[in-house]
Structures are given as structure tokens and as C-alpha cells.
């Protein structure tokens, strides 16, 4: 049973959903039952997540993965191939733009966020190209990212994410964090957890110029709810990253609360449709060109394991609150939730 704080304390946030660009998929990659034909234009969202902040008054300001590059030249001279196989590519309005500009139109000039200096945290789901976006927007901001995270960008990881899919230097790492390390605790994945394939965790370094909310020095995976690695990122029970393996190393999502009775969980790509985690489709397989098969997922037993885990969670807390998942990929999601973007909110 979740642990609720007094609700005289509770501290709760906003969440705010960002375009930050669209690519397209053949559905037949993610979803069992597609037709092999169909490609469809999806977004690849980001969300600003803003914490009250008791003793100055100044919301701190969150942001949940940046989406795709406003430049795709940046990427990977290796990573363009798959790039352009997944076009069209919308690349405005990046994360940036839509946290300068806001959703709504004829608001030029008029900048809601200063992303030079306003954003204080952007917390990564994975590293994806779709998601990594362009890091150097934001100068001020701590980046927060899964164990694992900064080796995958230099050395990869396993045969289908080799190195020179990846730019070594995308994360800032004078300002980069990452999370604890996490156990395989039922030991039943070694081939996703150890070497070769895992990458090894980076220790923040010692003249780091990153900067934590206070409870960071005592960050560790603790089962909250029905979920069982969670951590508790402002030590107040208003945002919790949650450890959701198996996508491709480092991956995490958001559990955000925004009331009393009211959560937000954010899976990143645990899933590219909501009728997986709804168990009325399946994780598509395909060739992996090796002989072998593979999906979008790095291990896909694993990666079912998680969705069984986000749905144990997800169904434990909806015996007392309301609790709403948003997928990064989800089209409908977004075409039923233009009201919702920044500077609106969830
Ligand atoms: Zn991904």
C-alpha cells in the first residue's frame, strides 16, 4: 500500500506537455497485427515539470526528455541511415522553441521560459536519438539520466547500439548526474545487466559542477507503491524516477504528482502504443538481419517484465488516486491534449 503524506504537506507539481518534433514509424516494427504497409507520423514528446519551491517562492523547472534535434546534421554520421527511414521528420518546434514560445500561436516575442537559464533539471527516459534532442540548449540545467548512460554514449551497447550510433560528448558531463546503479534483483537477465552488453556506471565526479536538489545525497531504489526501484527526486514525494529496464540501458520514467488524488506517470518508450501496456496487443518481432529475431527493445523480456511492473503500480495506486499514463509516441494522446501543452497543464 503507497505511503501518502499528510496532505496538509503534500507538496504537488505541474506537468505541461512540449512538441518537440515527430518522425515516423512503420507500425509493423512496434505493434503485433499491423499492417506491414502503414507508416505513421508520431510525436516524440517532452514535458516540463514545475516544483514549488517553499523558500523563494520560484518554481523549479523540470524537463522530461528533449525529443528530436533541431538540426538532424548533428547526429551521428553512422546514426543518418536510420534517420532518414524515418521520414518525414518534424523538427519545429523543438523543446526549446516550445519552451520559449509555448503551444499557443500569435504569441510571438513574448518568452515564457528562458531556457539559457530557467531550466534547473532535464531528466533523460534514454538516449535515444528521438529523445536526446539537443542538450547545448540548455546551459544552466543539471542533466539527470540512468546508470549506465554516459558509457552507453562512448562505448554503446551490444550489437544493434554500437558506439558510432552515439555522439560521446551529447551530455554536458562537468553537469551530468547519474542515478544509483540498478540491481538485477531476480537475477534473470544477466544478458542484459552484465558485460559485454551492459554499459558500466559513471560516478559523478568530485569538481562537479551539477547541482541536486538536497535529497540527492540520499538517492537510493526504494519500492513505492506496487513499483518496485523507485526514487524519490525531491525527497517530498512529488516526482519519482522510476527504474523501467529493458528498452535500452539507462531507461526511466516519471511518475509525477499533480494533486491530491491525481498522478501522472510518463513511460518514455516502456511502449510505443497504449494497447500493449493494455495486454490487448503485443511487442512486435522482426528480423534483426543476424539469423535472429529482435524488437525495438533492447531485451524484450525484460522490457515485458517492466510494462507487468508499471501496470502492477500503475493499478496499486488507483485504489486511492487517479493516475494518467502518457506514452512519448502517443499521436492520439496528443491530437485529444492540444489544451494541455505549455503554457497549459495537465
Ligand atoms: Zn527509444
Not at 33 to 56: N, Y
Not at 89 to 110: H, M, Q, V
Request: aromatic letters at 8%; proline letters at 8%.
Amino acid at each position: 500500500m503507497a505511503v501518502f503524506p499528510d496532505p496538509e504537506s503534500a507538496v504537488y507539481v505541474t506537468v505541461s506537455a512540449l512538441d518537440a518534433g515527430h518522425i515516423t514509424l512503420p507500425d509493423y516494427l512496434f505493434v503485433t497485427g499491423a499492417d506491414p504497409t502503414v507508416r505513421t507520423t508520431v510525436p516524440s514528446l517532452s514535458f516540463l515539470i514545475q516544483h514549488p519551491e517553499s523558500s523563494s517562492g520560484n518554481a523549479t523547472n523540470l524537463v522530461f526528455d528533449l525529443g528530436v534535434k533541431r538540426n538532424l546534421s548533428g547526429y551521428a554520421v553512422a546514426q543518418q541511415p536510420h534517420i532518414t527511414q524515418r521520414q518525414p521528420i518534424i523538427t519545429s518546434p523543438d523543446c526549446a522553441e516550445s519552451l520559449r514560445k509555448g503551444a499557443i500561436n500569435g504569441d510571438e516575442g513574448r518568452d515564457l521560459l528562458n531556457t539559457d537559464k530557467d531550466v534547473d533539471f532535464v531528466i533523460l527516459s534514454h538516449v535515444h536519438w528521438d529523445h536526446i534532442g539537443t542538450p547545448s540548449d540548455f546551459p544552466g540545467a543539471t542533466f539527470v539520466v540512468g546508470s549506465g548512460t554516459l558509457d552507453l554514449l562512448k562505448h554503446g551497447a551490444g550489437p544493434n547500439y554500437p558506439a558510432e550510433l552515439f555522439n560521446d560528448d551529447e551530455l554536458p558531463a562537468s553537469r551530468t548526474v547519474e542515478l544509483p546503479p540498478t540491481p538485477n534483483q531476480n537475477g534473470q537477465f544477466e544478458d542484459y545487466y552484465a558485460r559485454p552488453i551492459a554499459p558500466v556506471h559513471t560516478p559523478t565526479p568530485p569538481d562537479t559542477q551539477a547541482r541536486l536538489p538536497s535529497s540527492a545525497d540520499t538517492w537510493s531504489w526504494q519500492p513505492f507503491s506496487g513499483f518496485p526501484r523507485t526514487i524519490d527526486f525531491f525527497g517530498d514525494q512529488s516526482v519519482y524516477v522510476i527504474d523501467s529496464p529493458g528498452h535500452i540501458h539507462g531507461h526511466v520514467n516519471l511518475l509525477v504528482r499533480i494533486s491530491e488524488k491525481k498522478y501522472v506517470y510518463l513511460g518514455g518508450d516502456c511502449c510505443h502504443d497504449t494497447r500493449i501496456l493494455s495486454g490487448e496487443k503485443e511487442i512486435a518481432e522482426y528480423d534483426d538481419g543476424r539469423g535472429g529475431v529482435r524488437s525495438v527493445h533492447v531485451h524484450t523480456p525484460l522490457a515485458k517484465e517492466t510494462l507487468a511492473a508499471i501496470n502492477g503500480g500503475v493499478n496499486q495506486l488507483r485504489e486511492t488516486a487517479d493516475v494518467e499514463v502518457v506514452l512519448a509516441h502517443d499521436k492520439g494522446w496528443r491530437e485529444h491534449n492540444r489544451h494541455r501543452f505549455w503554457p497549459d497543464k495537465l
